[in-house]
């Protein structure tokens, strides 16, 4: 591009740029009302994240609720004050200490927590112990995290977050495990039982790193198991077996009399077979079938 062609649409775009400036009704002077403020460094306090360490924490327990605050404006806050609700079926316990911050317990439903300030952009956790009490088992339970507005603080909108907890009950977990000799998947008048000459454990895993659950057994003579365990958890049976044994087709026909592992995990040196996942919820009874073909 020659050097003159260039000057040439830059004084074309100006005036434009001038015209469309005063379409607009504005002049250099006029200035939006907040510009005043905006000149201003400002915090902005916010409940970025709440959690709980534990996701389904049992009568009598007790769980801390971790919540990740922010100061996401250009200005220091000064101090924090929050506000965590204690809702019915929770009681406060001890609050931790050593954190630098210091949360008192100001009722039977509330604690109140300080810390000295957040310097703009920095991040913290406040940790808040809880202890199950008198709730039901089965449901959820809300926690609620509220920021008092602090000086100059742009938003005051984002200054309030929350969790649900829930409250583990038990449930059963129960199978029967039989040999599918003519390989169709359903259990049968005449098929056999395998034992625990064949079975050399069931264990029912407890898929969330957070959550409280499973166990395992051995299975009776005739083939049954079954496992009480905790509740409001995603859960996986595996059934290991010996090597002579592998599964029959999964789900085929009637669910009271098919079989439900639907992956063989290792062949050696023993087998390992698991069902599908599934949300195990307080009362419940569900039922793991296990057909093996040699
Ligand atoms: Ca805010
Ligand atoms: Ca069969
Ligand atoms: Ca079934």
Known sequence: MRRNSLSHSIRRIVPTTLAA???????????????????????????????????????????????????YGNGDSGPVEVTVSVPAGLRTTTPYAGSGWNCTVTSATSYSCAYPQLLAGARNRLNVPFEVAGATPGTTVPITATIAPVKHESNADNNTGSVTVAISGTCVVRGVVWQDLDRDGQREEGEPAVGPEGVLRVSLLARQGQAIGGGSTTVNPDGTWSITARTEL?????????????????????????????????????????????????????????????
């Open 21 to 71: 400036f005063a379409l607009f009704g504005g002049t250099a002077a006029v200035l939006p009302a907040d510009a005043v403020a905006a000149g201003r460094t400002q915090p902005d306090l916010l409940v970025d994240l709440m959690t709980t360490d534990v996701l389904n924490p049992a009568e009598g327990e007790t769980f801390t609720a971790q919540i990740d605050l922010r100061n």
């Open 234 to 294: 995603l859960y996986q049976v595996r059934i290991e077996v010996t090597s002579q044994y592998g599964r029959t087709v999964a789900n085929v026909g009637d669910d009271a009399t098919d079989s439900d592992l639907v992956t063989t995990y290792q062949t050696e040196p023993t087998v390992l077979l698991g069902g599908t996942e599934f949300d195990a919820h307080h009362g419940g009874e569900y039922v793991v079938d296990a057909g093996l073909v040699s």
